[in-house]
């Protein structure tokens, strides 16, 4: 999260509610298949977007 939030940010904020949404849903897919639920949670938390 925190270098999706770091490139948004270099790149002007281009980061669109779309876009966030489907960083989000694999970003949560990914947790999930880790075996790291909790982690849903805490990433939402890491979002500057």
Do not use: K
Not at 2 to 24: H, K, L, P, S
């Amino acid at each position: 999260m925190q270098w999706f939030n770091a490139a948004d940010q270099a790149a002007g904020w281009v980061i669109e509610t779309e876009e966030r949404e489907d960083v989000c849903r694999v970003l949560e897919e990914l947790a999930h298949v880790a075996g790291h639920p909790s982690l849903v949670l805490e990433a939402d938390d890491w979002r500057e977007w």
